[in-house]
């Protein structure tokens, strides 16, 4: 965004969706999605990109591809190139633009916050291949290149949606698509846009699945989050994204709103490079941050849709810090982890995880942690184990990454 | 509510083939005298590697027997020096909420290399000691750790432009007030990987690696002031990189007698989209002198353009990147 000195940051404006857009192993789309997590399905299969005969851990939410790519605005060409992450992007985007219906967008300069751990890693690792096996070999390579740029991906959704302006690629692990929505949230709130594409995604990559293992992080059993014998996680993949704008905007055109983004908060757990700290602590501050700026108390927030990866050490640091930010109200907050369901998607945990919170308050129900047998004595809070109904006025989502990169997001429904 | 903020840059430093400083970089840069290019193949078969090094550090410095430092790669170590400079060797941020925006293109990439190389041989063995470091926040995460802020921190990717968006990312931040100063800080390291990469690409262009940063503030009134930063015109099927380094162009407001920083490299085919935008004699580029450096390059731009007007070179300075397939940015700094 362009600025001068002298130039004002005006606002703050309610920023509100309009569009969402979605895909993960539950399948492509918001009504797959919403069917899957209100029932609690569990849409874990084989890992099939790549051979893990040679892992400890063979399944994951791989996303089927079954469904074609919508109509886009893309050439030949650049149709025929696209990976396996940018597909799933390109999913997700053409949803939420579709959903937002913005005819308007030719000549305007509409920023695109993207969030991701790997990218196109598939490709990155492609080039590896065959630069170590043909050293001499250059056919074919600087496409693997330019591909695997994350900012190419971005591109490539630019052109596909017809949605173009200044690109910001937040890679902050596991944190990367609620930063990459958070910061959007707040060019609009402050008046530096007046509408903004963000959202993230992540495909199922042989390093980072290799990464994980290494770390042994992963599940050799079911991922099952704040269960009290959890032993890992599942890895997953999928996209999601969000059109925000103006309030006034939105219903200025008559647009569908489909909750407002009321909250951003986000520190750094100085702790270790890939452990939390025991307490909570960086928890604790982005979760305080995001409520103080949306004006509401923990007692307020009907659904918390938790980082709950079903690792030993995040669930119990982040049940501590929620226990700590609840306080007095932490009996009646209701939460769950959606990672027994899809696996951990990384990058695009945050949106994905951001777009499960709309649809449970656009739906009217709170999507069950499966599974859990017992659950572990840090959930004093309201672990949901069920599929349940519920009216919902204000849901928050947690997301934390290596190297402590926190993200909470707080998402209000519209009330004029 | 309306806020109008003056943005100073407080401190700047740099990481370069030049050696550990801004200084050492602006002297090599203004003496025009090209660094030695190292030339190498890792196998006999594999194509030849041209490439600037950063030279070994004289003495190890305190800093580094930090205990997140021990076993960083060379981009970490690079972001904390260049980071360290623009504080003026504070290291501990106080208990002002400092900010940390980190920028590049290639990340901790011999880790990846590494890794990756240990999963193909036997995943099994994959060492758990270098995953994590591949993960594109890790540098950004333990100059965290060092300067002991727990506060916002972004690590953002892109193209040889991107250390402006960092500063247009940290404008935002003090001017919200989210943080009361800000570190933006780019890194790279060097790595058959990425260099074999950029060989495949025209330009004949040489790699190099290091570091640049700059310390922000809104609450100084002397020092280096920004001035503007215009907007990130994205590149693509639609736009090419002319077409984006002419945007660009456009919206700078060119104060009379400024100095540029641009981001030429002496090949006569890249350098083509930004030769004729500015025609004014006093013209620096860095990247002819010390090399291609990914995500830093614009980096040195600006710790260039800091040196400048430092030294009293002028009263004002643009810098203009124009990214090699992400986006041109510029930037108008003045001293103030």
Redesign the interface.
Known sequence: ????????????HRVVITGAGIVTSMGHGWEVNAGGFRSGRVALRPVTVFDTS???VHSGGEVVMDAPLPETRL?GR?LGRLDRATTLLLHAGMEAARQAAWHDTEGE?IPISLG??A?AMALG?K???S??CH??Q?KA??GL??GY????Q??LL??ATGI??????????CASGA?AIG?AF??VK?G?ARRAFCGGYDAIA??VF???????ALSTTTPRPFDATRDGLALGEGAAMLTLERLDDALARGATILGEAAGYG?????HH??QPHPQG??AL?SMTEACAEAGVQPGEIGYLNSHGTGTPLNDAAEGLAIQRWAGDAVARVRVSSTKGSIGHLLGGAGAVEAVICLMAMRGGWLPPNVPVAQPDPVCTFDLVQSPRDAQLDCTLTNSF?????NATLVFRRYKA | ???????FIKGWGAVSPAGWSAGTLADVVLEKNALPVTEER??D???LRRFRAVPPMSAQPAWLRHA?LRRVSPATRFAVSAALEALGGMVDAGSEPTG?IFTT?N?SVTF??R???E??E???L???IL????????P???L??VL????????????SAQFL?GL??A??WL??GRVSQCLVVAAEELDW?ST??LH??PGDRVAAEGAAAVWLSCGASDGI????????I?????TSRAAAAAKMRA?I?TPPAAVVCDSRCGSSILDADEEHLWPASSVHSPARWLGEGFGVSAGWQTVLACELLHRGAADSAVISAIGH???AIGAVLAQS
């Open positions: 965004m362009a600025w001068r000195r002298g130039d004002k940051f005006n606002g703050p040679r892992q400890r050439t650049q300069s991701t751990s990218g690792e080039y590896f291949r630069k170590s050293p001499a250059k390579l600087a290149v330019t740029l994350p900012h190419t971005a591109q630019a052109d173009s302006g200044p690109v910001s690629i937040i890679a902050n692990a930063n910061h707040h060019l402050w530096r042989e390093l290799a990464g994980f293992d290494s770390l042994q986000a520190s750094t757990d100085l490079l890939t602590d960086a501050r990454g290596f190297g402590g990169a | 509510m309306s806020v109008e903020v003056d943005v890792r196998v078969a594999a194509p997140r940390v293109m990340g990846s290399r890794f990756f190389a999963v193909c036997n995943p099994a994959a060492s758990p995953f994590p470091e591949t993960v594109f926040n890790a950004a995460s333990h965290g750790a002991g802020t727990p506060a916002a921190n972004y690590t953002l990717i892109g193209d968006r247009d990312v404008v935002h001017a919200e990987l074999e990469a495949l690409f002031r920004i001035d503007q930063i215009t907007g990130s994205l590149m693509g099927h639609r919206q407001d397939g992400q986006q």
